[in-house]
């Protein structure tokens, strides 16, 4: 079974407004999380490290200020994509580290419109 | 910096034969972990096999194996007797020292297993 579990699968929301991802680890507790994103056809491309209890990593050139990152627990982290535009529109997914290897959750697909 | 190279975007292969995905890495780190992920068209990235850097035997996983040469730095993931379900997109990663879990992915190649 899934061992990071990511909600919503799907999610559409309207231009201006805000959504929120949640990753969360099963059963093991992950002090820090990753948020890839995934254009279609392309490779994954991490946009940030989610760390408990601090501040998110995020890579250069991903804006720390519309892909707010909150990692408030040792199971759960959280990204919120503010005042979505249409070019928001993608694939994100979290990944976590167990203790063998680092799992992925399922994905959300986001489309803004 | 790291990086990861697939060159094979799309890849045919009879159900019950054998193929070889192609990885090829750049690392100067001498400690280092790579994966291999499957995704279907789902999005979900399944865990499929795992090699660190200094494990001296390559890595299997039922018909999935890991042909690891660490002079050539290449990690070819070989999965035996294709089955349909296999059709998805392949992505190598490798983990460097000091990353924690931060994977650098190659572009993918999309395997496509034919009756």
């Known amino acids: 079974g899934a061992v990071v579990s990511q909600h919503p699968s799907r999610v559409i929301c309207k231009s201006g407004t805000s959504v929120k991802i949640e990753c969360r680890s099963l059963?093991?507790?992950?002090?820090?999380m990753f948020w890839y994103r995934q254009f279609p056809k392309q490779s994954l491309m991490l946009m940030a490290t989610?760390?408990?209890?601090?501040?998110?990593?995020?890579e250069q050139g991903v804006e720390k200020d519309k892909f707010l990152i909150n990692h408030a627990s040792l199971t759960l982290s959280t990204l919120t994509v503010t005042s979505a535009h249409p070019e928001d529109s993608s694939f994100y997914i979290c990944?976590?580290?167990?203790?063998?290897?680092?799992?992925f959750g399922e994905g959300s697909w986001l489309t803004v419109v | 910096a790291q990086k990861i190279t697939q060159t094979q975007p799309g890849m045919f292969v009879q159900e019950k034969e054998a193929v070889t995905l192609d990885c090829t890495y750049d690392?100067?780190?001498?400690?280092?972990?790579l994966f291999w992920y499957k995704q279907p068209s789902s999005g979900e990235m399944i865990f499929l096999i795992y090699?660190?850097?200094?494990?001296?035997q390559n890595a299997t996983e039922g018909r999935y194996s890991l042909n690891f040469q660490k002079a050539r730095k290449s990690a070819n993931l070989v999965i035996s007797a294709s089955q349909l379900g296999d059709s998805a997109m392949y992505f190598c990663?490798?983990?460097?020292?000091?990353?924690?879990?931060?994977?650098?992915f190659g572009t993918g190649t999309r395997l496509q297993v034919t009756l």
């Open positions: 990944s976590a580290r167990t203790v063998n290897t680092i799992y």
């Open positions: 059963d093991f507790q992950a002090t820090t």
């Open positions: 989610s760390n408990e209890g601090s501040k998110a990593t995020y």
């Open positions: 690392t100067s780190d001498q400690s280092y972990g």
């Open positions: 090699q660190g850097s200094y494990d001296e």
């Open positions: 990663a490798m983990r460097a020292t000091g990353t924690a879990s931060k994977l650098t």
